[in-house]
C-alpha cells in the first residue's frame, strides 16, 4: 500500500482501532474465552498494520503464527484449565487502581519520549523476505541456531512440566 | 560463517543433544547417573580446551558475535559453576520422580545461552542469549511441581521473567530508532541524546536488572530460590548473575559512555538500593535459601560498585568477584544440599549442629559464608577490595563507605548460620550421610575460596587481561 | 499523513493495555497474553522504524521474527505449567501468591 494516500489513512485509523479495541477486550473482558477470541483479533489487526507498512512477510508470519498458533494455543488451553463457569472466569485483582496507575505513568513516560524526540525519519526503505532470509542465516546465525535450541528446551519443558504437575496426583 | 568461534557453544549443545540420545537408549529404569557423569567429563574437556584460547580475539558474523578473552573469562565461569552444580546435583537427579536425564540436557542449554550472552556484540543475539537461559531455568525451576513453593516459584519466574524481557524489549526497540541499527558498534555511534534515550536505556537497565536481581526487580529472586530444587537455586543465583553482568558490563563499556546518557547516576542508584535492601532484608530471614537469595540481591549491589568507574579496573573488580562468588555459593549450597537432603528443610533450626554431625560441612558453610561477607584472608574481601577501591578511583567514595559498612552488617547474619551450626543443638540423633560428589563439591570450593583469597594474584592477573579486552 | 509517529503511538497504547493486564489479572493464562500484547506493542516498534528510520531496515524485522519464535515458545511453556498446575489443583488463579513478599 502506497504510503500517505488517503486510503492508507482510512486503513491505518481502521486497523489500529480495530486493535486497540480488541486488546481492551483482551484486558477488559470477564470472559476468558472472549478475551482469547479477541486476542487473535488483536493479533490480526497488528498484521493489518504491518500491511500498511509494507512488511508483506511480516504480515504473514503475524498471521499464521499468533493468530494461527499462538491465539489457537490460547483457546486450549482456556478450555482445558476451566470446566466449570466461563462467565467469570477472567476477573481483576485487587491491584486496579495501582495497576492503572503504574500502566499510565509507564505509557506517558514513554508517549513523552516518542513525542519528544526528533526520529530522523528518512526516505524509507521496504524490506524483502529475500533480505530477512539472507540475514538470519549470515549474519544473525548465532542467535537462528539459538532459538533451534530454545524452541527444543521449549519443547521437553512443556513434557518435563506436564510430568512434573502428573507427580502430585 | 566462522564455527571456531562458536566452537565452545557448539560443543556444550552437542553434549546436551548426546545425552538427550543417549537417554533415550537407556532402559527406562535405570538411574542416569552415568549421563551426569558424561555431562561432568564433557564439560571438564571443554574447560580445558578453552584455557588454550585465550589470546584469540575477533568480531564475525558481521560484528555480531565477539570472541575475546573478556567472554572467554566469563564462559569459563559459567562452565566451572556448571562442573560443580552437576557434581553436586547427582543425588539430587537420581531422587527426582520423573525426567531426569532432561534434567542434564537443560542445564547444558542454559549454559549454551550464558556463553552466546558473553560473545553478544548486537541485540538480537543479548535477546536470544538471554531467553534461552531463561527458558532452560522456567523449567528447571518448576522441575518438581508437587510442591506448592515450587509451583509458585515456577509461575513467579515465567510470568516476571517474561515481563521483563517485554520491557527490556521496548527499551530495545527505542534505542533501534534511534540509531537505525542492532549492533553495539553502531549503537555507540548513533545513539544520541533524547528523551527515547532516556526512557529506552531505564527499560533496558529494568530488564538487566532483573537478571542480576537488583531493586526494584529482586522481588522474584526469594521466592523462587526458596522453590526451585537446590542445585538449580545453585545456578540461578551464580549463572543468571554472571550472564547478566556479562552483558551488561560489554553493553556499559561500549554504547552508552559517549551518549551523554546519565548511566552512572542509574548504576550509582541501583547499587545502594542492592546493597541496602539485600543487606537489611537478610537479618530477619530463617530459611537458609531466602536468607541466601537476599544475601544474592546485596552481592549484585556490591558488583554494580564495580561498574561505576566505567575503567577496566572495576571492570576486573566484577570479573574477580564473579569467579569467587561461584565458589562460595557452589561451598554453601552443596552443604544445603545435605542437610536438606537428611533433614527435608532448609531452615536455620535445620543447620543447628551441623559441626557435631558433619564437621567439614559445617567447616565449608562457615568459610563459604565468610567469604561472601568479605572477612579477610578469605577470596571474597580480596574481590570487595578491587570493587570498593575502583570506586573510590572514579570519585564515589560515598558508595563504598556504604558498601564496607553494610558488608560489616551482613557479618551479622553470616555469623548467626555459623552459631548455629557450632552452638546449637543438633534437632535430631540420626547418623548424617554425606554423598561422596557432595563432599568433593564442597571440599573443593571450599580450597578453592582460600586459595584465591591466600594467593589472588593469577586469578587477578587474567581478570585483568580479560577486562582490556573490553575496553580497545 | 500517517507517519512513524502514528504507529510509535499505537504501539504505545498497546503496550500500556499489556502491562495493565499483567498488573491486575488473577489467572495465568490472562497474564500470558497481556504478555503477547506487550511483545506485539515491541513488534509494531520495530517494524515501523524499519520501515521509516533505520539505516539497516532488514535487522528490525529480523528481530521481531525472533520475538515472535520466541513468544510462540513462551505460550507453550507457559500453558504446559497452567495445565499441570490445574490438574494438580484445579485452578490457574495467581491471586492466593503473595507476590510481593519480603
Known sequence: MENGGLMHTLAFFLLSGITLAAAMGVVFKRNLVHSAFLLSVTFLGVAGLYMTLQAEFMAAVQALVYSGAVAVLVVIGVMLTHRQQMSRSNPPNKMLLVGALAALSVVGAIVWAILATPWKVGKGSVVTAGDIGRRFLTDFAPPFEAVALLLLAALIGAVVLFKGGKAQS | MNFDALMLEMAVALLALLILVADLLMEPGQSRRKLGYLAIAGLTGLLLVSLGRYGMQGAFFNGLFLQDDYALFFKQTFLIGAILVCLFSLDTVDNLPHSRAEFYVLLLFAVVGMMILASANDLITLYVGIELMTFSFFILVGYVLCETKSTEAAIKYLVLASAASAVMLYGMSLLFGIAGQLSYNALAKGLTASPALIVGGVMVLSGFAFKIAAPPFHMWAPDVYEGAPIPVTALLAMGSKAAGFAAMVRIFAEVFPGTGYPWPLLLLLLSGAAMLVGNLAAIPQTNLKRMLAYSSVAQAGYLLTGMLSGGFAGVKGVLFYLMIYVFANVGAFAVLTAVSRHRNGETIGDIAGLSRKAPVLAVVMTVSLLSMAGIPPLAGFVGKFFLFSSAIDAGYLWIAVLGFVLSMVSVYYYLNVVKSMYLGAPADDRPFEIAMPVRVTAVFAMAATLAMGVYPGPLSQLAETAAKTVFK | ?102
Open chain 3, 1 to 102: 499523513m500517517i507517519g512513524l509517529s502514528h504507529y510509535l503511538l499505537v504501539g504505545a497504547a498497546l503496550f500500556g493495555l499489556g502491562l495493565f493486564g499483567l498488573l491486575t489479572k488473577r489467572n495465568l493464562i490472562a497474564v500470558l497474553m497481556s504478555i503477547e500484547l506487550m511483545l506485539n506493542s515491541v513488534n509494531i516498534n520495530l517494524v515501523a522504524f524499519s520501515r521509516f528510520s533505520a539505516t539497516d531496515a532488514a535487522a528490525g524485522q529480523v528481530f521481531s521474527l525472533f520475538i515472535i519464535a520466541v513468544a510462540a515458545a513462551e505460550v507453550a511453556v507457559g500453558l504446559a505449567l497452567a495445565y499441570a498446575i490445574y490438574r494438580g489443583r484445579d485452578t490457574v488463579s495467581v491471586d492466593e501468591m503473595n507476590w510481593l513478599k519480603w
